[in-house]
């Protein structure tokens, strides 16, 4: 199962306090102070790792509490320093304050930490305040207290494309034929429950990451059907292949229901629905004669003016030409990017 949000709190540990003590030994009757400095606590640290798929550590586990430093002994001894408590999560979660929603990290690359509460530091020993005036203080101080802070956690899944569409359009079915994901397949409408990832081998050692969400339906972004929760896994993407389906099952219009899901992209996020983004007609092979589908895909791409590709995963027809064209979406919206940065 997919967990994609959580909410936990965290407590780094609190700083070691400073010891007070005196130098005892047999021929050095008046020894000056020697109390050690304590150690500080440990932090706590969120690291992206691809050792987890999901958040539900997090979600299971609510409080997560570092330990404390040690206290300083005599003989000048430091207390030894707590080790940090290391939080791993998925590539591309992004952690927010649960308290004021501001985003805090951006975890989108492997190893990449984000200090979520700082370890209070250690308190000084009493052999730190000696001086010439002073040579026997009786003061330390303690141990500094640690963080305590609620995090939010947000994971949008990495990929290059994403597939939306209508349920039942072909979206898993077409992400089985290009990679070897194993979506749950059946001829049914909401067989997919939670976001799947598969990648696509093109020509010349080229791979495209896709994901596929759960289909849309009319009101999505007000929570009918499985709503709008999973399309925060398809923001991250390059393009969008939108999965038409040429003869619906439900007997609905292909039209209508392309206008439907560009109506719930725009309520969610209108960056989302200005993705580039191509139309792929799916299930071609229902229709009889190659005359068929070209007139379809012709009358498709002349009501929504934008580049049709028809296709057929059983056949595999069009296939090779979808990939290439998401390939090159990809591929210049990157350059465009690029060109936009500050740095360029």
């Known amino acids: 199962m997919l967990v994609d949000t959580a909410t936990i709190?965290?407590?780094?540990?609190?700083?070691?306090?400073?010891?007070?003590?005196?130098?005892?030994?047999?021929?050095?009757?008046?020894?000056?102070?020697?109390?050690?400095?304590?150690?500080?606590?440990g932090s706590v640290i969120v690291r992206a790792s691809n050792n987890v798929s999901t958040l539900l550590d997090l979600a299971s586990q609510h409080h997560w509490t570092a330990k404390p430093g040690e206290s300083g002994g005599s003989k000048q001894c430091i207390g030894k320093s707590a080790p940090d408590l290391i939080i791993q999560v998925p590539v591309g979660t992004f952690v927010y304050d649960a308290e004021t929603d501001?985003?805090?990290?951006?975890?989108?690359?492997?190893?990449?930490?984000?200090?979520?509460?700082?370890?209070?530091?250690?308190?000084?020993?009493?052999?730190?305040?000696?001086?010439?005036?002073?040579?026997?203080?009786?003061?330390?101080?303690?141990?500094?207290?640690?963080?305590?802070?609620?995090?939010?956690?947000?994971?949008?899944?990495?990929?290059?494309?994403?597939?939306?569409?209508?349920?039942?359009?072909?979206?898993s079915t077409l992400l089985a034929g290009i990679s070897h994901a194993t979506p749950k397949i059946a001829n049914y409408p909401f067989t997919t429950l939670e976001p799947n990832l598969g990648i696509a081998e093109l020509s010349g050692y080229r791979r495209l990451v896709f994901a596929d969400i759960p289909g849309l339906i009319?009101?999505?972004?007000?929570?009918?059907?499985?709503?709008?929760?999973?399309?925060?896994?398809?923001?991250?993407?390059?393009?969008?292949?939108?999965?038409?389906?040429?003869?619906?099952?439900?007997?609905?219009?292909?039209?209508?229901?392309?206008?439907?899901?560009?109506?719930?992209?725009?309520?969610y996020s209108p960056e989302l629905a200005a993705k580039p983004q191509v139309v792929?007609?799916?299930?071609?092979?229902?229709?009889?004669?190659?005359?068929?589908?070209?007139?379809?895909?012709?009358?498709?791409?002349?009501?929504?003016?934008?580049?049709?590709?028809?296709?057929?995963?059983?056949?595999?027809?069009?296939?090779?030409?979808?990939l290439e064209a998401c390939w090159d979406l990809a591929k210049m919206n990157e350059k465009t990017q690029a060109d936009s940065s500050p740095d360029a």
């Open 9 to 41: 709190l965290v407590r780094s540990g609190k700083g070691g306090d400073g010891h007070v003590s005196f130098l005892r030994m047999k021929y050095i009757p008046k020894g000056g102070p020697n109390g050690g400095d304590g150690g500080h606590g």
């Open 102 to 171: 501001e985003l805090l990290s951006d975890l989108d690359e492997i190893d990449k930490e984000f200090c979520a509460a700082k370890g209070g530091a250690g308190g000084f020993g009493n052999e730190r305040f000696k001086t010439a005036t002073n040579q026997t203080p009786i003061q330390s101080t303690p141990g500094e207290p640690g963080e305590t802070r609620r995090l939010r956690f947000e994971l949008k899944l990495i990929a290059d494309v994403g597939l939306v569409g209508m349920p039942n359009a072909g979206k």
């Open 218 to 267: 009319e009101g999505a972004h007000d929570g009918h059907g499985l709503g709008v929760q999973f399309l925060r896994h398809v923001e991250r993407t390059s393009v969008l292949v939108h999965v038409l389906e040429i003869e619906p099952m439900d007997g609905s219009d292909p039209i209508d229901n392309y206008l439907t899901i560009r109506r719930e992209l725009a309520e």
């Open 280 to 322: 792929g007609l799916s299930k071609m092979d229902l229709l009889p004669t190659d005359a068929d589908r070209a007139a379809a895909a012709e009358m498709i791409h002349e009501k929504i003016q934008r580049r049709v590709i028809p296709f057929s995963t059983a056949s595999r027809h069009g296939l090779d030409e979808l």
